[in-house]
């Protein structure tokens, strides 16, 4: 019987391991070989700006997902960060000191972290719409001074950098954009990796506590001006490592990087993925970079998109595409998945029309209004020609997006209800009512 528990022990503690640090291993293994199945150059430059990205959206879910503080100047630390970064760099190459350049990020996390502690000190003695504002005009502040202090900012050109003049890392140069990336998944794992771990402590249990009921925690010890101070310092840190990967990807900095119009995209990000799941800022800061990257070479009104796109998810589907996937995770728990999918084939038919409606609406409103007066009133969409001033384009578009809501309202009642079916098993029946 003993030799039984001593041999079975060893198979138990790697099961263990696995189940625990499975989902890590996958993650670094997709890091390492993405650039092996996307190889082109304009792909490796987006996955940079993704892996950039991952780490900002996760440093302001910190806040707003964690904590529950919406931030309006998020930008400000990951600006301040590239900056520093950024001078960092040029001191480094002039007087060629032993420094290499993957060290460089955690100068631009040091600037996130001591303006994090300078501006929480002043803006989390309050929280919601208080300090939403205070963000907002500490970040009109500094925007503005990056206007000023040109020694430090460069005025609208910026402050620029050459990575290659650093002394290189085991032979690496990073003057490839193949090595950059590999730079920036490496420190973009270890971020996720440690504030993952940031959640799983006291500190980030307390944040939670902070944002459910602030009023509770007080009462029970905790100073809730405390946690939001340590969230928000943090927080910053974080930002700070992202606008130093940003320094090294671009070797530029500049005033566009602190604007609002950055701490606005971040907000997107993380809200549209999903503040309510860890992998939620993610996915959207994946789909959101996607997305600008793809939309921008397509229409000039992608902006229009991104803001009907964040409506949309708002109104629809507050907890983000991450709380879309997690609705099914009764079904895959049921193994009932596949009962619904004949329901979501049918109603693909009313999305897709309703988008084609709406992709049409706005491309041919687009054009005749920014375009027509240049171009002409002749367009192309979905391969097909037509004028842009034309009354029958417009009422095709209008005539699929009211297709698309007619059938929606005819199909959606049979499709909640199987899903619930297949989510619960029936409901009442299951519970034997």
């Not at 970040?139 to 620029?160: D, K, N, Q, V």
């Not at 970079?289 to 397509?298: A, E, G, I, K, Y």
Request: hydrophobic share 55%; net charge positive.
């Amino acid at each position: 019987m003993r030799a039984t528990t001593t041999m079975t022990s060893p198979a138990i503690l790697s099961l263990d391991t696995l189940r625990r640090y499975g989902i890590w291993i996958l993650v670094a293994a997709l890091f390492l070989v993405l650039p092996k199945i996307f190889s082109s150059g304009g792909a490796i430059t987006t996955m940079c700006l993704m892996g950039i990205m991952i780490v900002f959206s996760l440093s302001y879910n910190m806040l707003l997902g964690q904590t529950g503080l919406l931030s309006f100047g998020h930008a400000v630390y990951y600006g301040l960060g590239g900056f520093l970064a950024v001078h960092a760099m040029g001191v480094i190459a002039a007087d060629r000191l032993p420094i290499p350049l993957p060290v460089i990020p955690l100068a631009g996390g040091f600037m996130g972290l001591t303006f994090g502690i300078i501006f929480g000190a002043v803006s989390t003695r309050r929280a919601g719409t208080v300090f939403a504002m205070i963000t907002l005009g500490l970040a009109e502040l500094i925007a503005s001074m990056s206007l000023i202090l040109r020694g430090f900012f460069g005025g609208e050109e910026g402050i620029s950098a050459n990575r290659t003049r650093m002394l290189p890392f085991f032979g690496h140069k990073f003057g490839p954009q193949i090595e950059i990336y590999y730079l920036i998944a490496a420190w973009c794992f270890i971020c996720i990796v440690l504030m993952f771990a940031f959640t799983r402590t006291p500190l980030g249990r307390i944040c939670n506590a902070v944002r459910d009921n602030p009023e509770r925690t007080e009462f029970v010890g905790y100073s809730t001006q405390m946690v939001r101070f340590s969230a928000f310092a943090i927080s910053g840190f974080f930002a700070g490592i992202a606008g130093g990967l940003t320094a090294i990807n671009f070797e530029l900095m500049n005033a566009i990087n602190l604007a609002g119009a950055q701490s606005g995209v971040v907000l997107l990000m993380a809200y549209i993925g999903g503040i309510g799941h860890f992998f939620g800022p993610i996915l959207g800061a994946i789909i959101v970079t996607l997305l600008q990257s793809m939309l921008s070479d397509f229409t000039g009104a992608w902006h229009l998109y991104f803001g009907l796109l964040f409506i949309a998810m708002v109104m629809f589907a507050p907890g983000g595409i991450a709380g879309l996937i997690m609705l099914h995770e009764p079904l895959v728990r049921r193994r009932s998945f596949h009962r619904v999918l004949p329901r979501y084939a049918l109603m693909a038919v009313p999305a897709l029309l309703g988008l084609a409606g709406l992709v049409a609406l706005i491309e041919i409103a687009h054009h005749q209004m920014v375009k027509a007066g240049t171009a002409g009133p002749a367009m192309r969409l979905f391969g097909i020609a037509f004028h842009s001033d034309n009354p029958l384009a417009w009422l095709a578009a209008l005539v699929l997006i009211a297709a698309a809501i007619l059938l929606g309202r005819r199909w959606g009642p049979g499709f909640r209800d199987a899903f619930n079916t297949a989510a619960h098993g029936g409901g009442e029946k299951e519970t034997g009512r």
